[in-house]
């Protein structure tokens, strides 16, 4: 079946709701065919450039979705490196149009177990939010997210039994230590894990290996992802994760 065209949706709103992230409402006629109950599936958006070139396409999360609209929060950054997405999203106001494509599918942790993990730097944090809030009741286990600043922590509706930990850290981790390293310190429950876990390309491979051998999650309670690479626009990015992906099949 072919992919829908990309939908054109309008800026209701742009509101800062941390110092590294900006809320972006979007909605206008187009979301008339909009499916529904798509919180934390993703989506394309696309940043014109000049008249004779491609634009600039990044994929986002949807963080919330009400009747007509959805919600995509940005991660910025104050050290030189923003890109289109950013830069858009520190700029837009409403009224603005920008080309959006999918939802694609959600990528939600499984529920079938008997704790759980889930781990993620800033550009996970919409993911995890919506994960966290749709577990079970009797949920327990722990969330590890990496955010740029105090003031980044966020209130996230979650089970009585995850426990949250904010790591604050205004850099990127160029060794992909940080998160790994806080999760070899939790206190684990027994029994099987369901594990969800995405963040920076060398983070994702160091808590991928240690998820795989010291904790022993069975690869359909284990979903990872990197969600980009310090140092590589998204199309590189690509093709260093199919790479990455090929290699973990072999």
């Given at each position: 079946?072919?992919?829908?065209?990309?939908?054109?949706?309008?800026?209701?709103?742009?509101?800062?709701?941390?110092?590294?992230?900006?809320?972006?409402?979007?909605?206008?006629?187009?979301?008339?065919?909009?499916?529904s109950?798509?919180?934390?599936?993703?989506?394309?958006?696309?940043?014109?450039?000049?008249?004779?070139?491609?634009p600039?396409?990044?994929?986002?999360?949807?963080?919330?979705?009400?009747?007509?609209?959805?919600?995509?929060?940005?991660?910025?950054?104050?050290?030189?490196?923003?890109?289109?997405?950013?830069?858009?999203?520190?700029?837009?106001?409403?009224?603005?149009?920008?080309?959006?494509?999918?939802?694609?599918?959600?990528?939600?942790?499984?529920?079938?177990?008997?704790?759980?993990?889930?781990?993620?730097?800033?550009?996970?944090?919409?993911?995890?939010?919506?994960?966290?809030?749709?577990?079970?009741?009797?949920?327990?286990?722990?969330?590890?997210?990496?955010?740029?600043d105090?003031?980044?922590?966020?209130?996230l509706?979650?089970?009585?039994?995850?426990?949250?930990?904010?790591?604050?850290?205004?850099?990127?981790?160029?060794?992909?230590?940080?998160?790994?390293?806080?999760?070899?310190?939790?206190?684990?429950?027994d029994?099987?894990?369901?594990?969800?876990?995405?963040?920076?390309?060398?983070?994702?491979?160091?808590?991928?290996q240690?998820?795989?051998?010291?904790?022993?999650?069975?690869?359909?309670?284990?979903?990872?992802?990197?969600?980009?690479?310090?140092?590589?626009?998204?199309?590189?990015?690509?093709?260093?994760?199919?790479?990455?992906?090929?290699?973990?099949?072999?």
């Open positions: 079946m072919a992919k829908p065209a990309p939908r054109e949706l309008e800026v209701i709103q742009s509101s800062r709701i941390t110092p590294n992230m900006q809320r972006i409402t979007l909605g206008g006629s187009a979301m008339a065919e909009f499916p109950d798509q919180q934390s599936a993703y989506i394309k958006l696309y940043f014109p450039k000049g008249e004779a070139e491609k600039d396409v990044r994929t986002y999360t949807i963080r919330h979705q009400r009747d007509g609209e959805i919600d995509v929060d940005f991660n910025l950054h104050d050290d030189g490196s923003s890109g289109p997405a950013s830069l858009w999203a520190r700029n837009t106001r409403p009224g603005d149009r920008i080309l959006v494509g999918g939802p694609g599918p959600k990528k939600m942790i499984n529920q079938e177990a008997d704790w759980f993990l889930l781990v993620g730097d800033m550009t996970a944090l919409p993911a995890i939010s919506v994960n966290l809030a749709q577990l079970p009741e009797h949920a327990m286990g722990h969330a590890v997210i990496d955010v740029m105090p003031a980044d922590i966020q209130t509706e979650r089970p009585l039994g995850i426990q949250l930990h904010w790591l604050v850290n205004p850099s990127p981790d160029p060794k992909g230590e940080r998160l790994v390293e806080h999760v070899r310190m939790l206190a684990l429950p029994g099987t894990p369901s594990v969800w876990a995405a963040c920076e390309f060398s983070s994702m491979k160091q808590l991928r240690h998820l795989r051998e010291a904790l022993k999650v069975p690869r359909e309670q284990l979903y990872i992802s990197s969600y980009w690479k310090l140092g590589q626009s998204e199309a590189q990015h690509k093709v260093t994760k199919s790479r990455d992906a090929e290699q973990d099949r072999a």
